[in-house]
């Protein structure tokens, strides 16, 4: 999609904040000249779907609110029909086909790489006659969506110049009575005391200000790009739909965590450490290298207090049945 990653390529959103993630990554790449190079994106496939899988939990239970919020019996009924907008490697699109028990689930992203990932998996789960896959590239292929039941998007819409017509726009697609479930925000990630006996305390909140200096510089980037107040529910109706509701879903793994979450949070380190300079002092970047060593007893692969804590919030509406 132009503009806008995979989803949240369903990893984890924005880096260290506001929950895709992705993911779509959600690192999402911020910062990354080539963030919306498809290429970049499969290249990334197997990290991304890794991420996914680790936030497996927090996205069922989205899905799971979903459903209410569709109706049990139209999420069962056969000829539902379900759309990933920006499905990346496709963890979200089958919990979807899993859930939604009679639902043609769509997986729909511009990476041809993670299309077929995504395909793969759904015939890897028993689901492929379910799921299918469609190539977008947005904001110019909306009409290639067609009519969705349930439209979910989960961090790329910030990736659109104008996120308030991007909503328009995917608002147009939503069949009578459908929903469109759109996650973004959430909380910074958390993943270490506040105090780690290197370096000065307060090390996340330092990063939180980085990350949020990289995303606007990010979104002031995006050809096109509009500044609007970013409240989600207000945007969804000022997109002709009527609000059905918001909620915020965690992610808690306490310590001790297992290899994977290490190496999630060491990778969402090192994307910070790329980036670092003149955003960090040197004291934190020295911080940063010393987590981010391996062989030392201080890095994030043998901390014992090291913890993943994230919170992504899914935003709702629905057209006029």
Do not use: C
């Not at 992705?22 to 498809?38: K, L, N, S, V």
């Not at 969705?148 to 104008?162: E, F, N, P, R, Y």
């Not at 990289?214 to 980037?221: I, K």
């Amino acid at each position: 999609m132009q503009n806008a990653q995979p989803q949240d390529r369903h990893g984890h959103e924005k880096g260290h904040g506001h929950g895709h993630g992705h993911g779509h990554g959600h690192g999402h790449g911020h910062g990354d000249a080539d963030h919306t190079d498809p290429a970049f994106w499969e290249a990334m496939a197997e990290r991304l779907e890794t991420e996914a899988e680790l936030r497996a939990s927090l996205y069922g239970q989205a899905v799971d609110w979903l459903a209410g919020v569709l109706g049990e019996d139209r999420a069962a009924a056969p000829g539902t029909r379900v759309v990933d907008v920006g499905s990346g490697p496709g963890v979200v699109a089958t919990l979807f086909a899993e859930r939604f028990t009679g639902a043609e689930v769509v997986a729909a992203d511009q990476a041809s790489g993670l299309l077929e990932r995504a395909q793969a998996r759904a015939d890897r789960l028993g689901l492929g006659e379910r799921v299918s896959t469609l190539a977008v590239d947005l904001p110019g292929d909306f009409a290639k969506l067609g009519t969705a039941d349930l439209l979910w998007t989960s961090h790329a819409v910030h990736h659109i110049g104008d996120q308030q017509e991007a909503l328009n726009a995917l608002a147009e697609h939503i069949a009578p009575g459908g929903v469109l479930a759109v996650a973004e925000q959430g909380l910074p990630e958390r993943f270490l005391p506040r105090d780690i006996g290197i370096g000065r305390p307060g090390l996340h909140a330092r990063i939180d200000a980085a990350v949020e200096e990289t995303f606007s510089g990010m979104r002031e980037e995006i050809p096109g790009s509009v500044r609007t107040v970013e409240d989600w529910p207000a945007m969804l109706a000022r997109a002709g739909l009527v609000p059905s509701g918001s909620r915020t879903f965690l992610l808690d793994l306490p310590a001790p965590l297992d290899p994977v979450a290490r190496g999630y949070i060491r990778s969402q380190i090192e994307r910070v450490r790329g980036r670092a300079e003149g955003l960090l002092d040197p004291e934190d970047i020295a911080t940063l290298d010393t987590l981010l060593d391996d062989d030392s007893e201080e890095g994030i692969r043998r901390r014992p207090d090291a913890f993943l804590l994230s919170a992504t919030t899914v935003h709702t509406a629905r057209a006029a049945a």
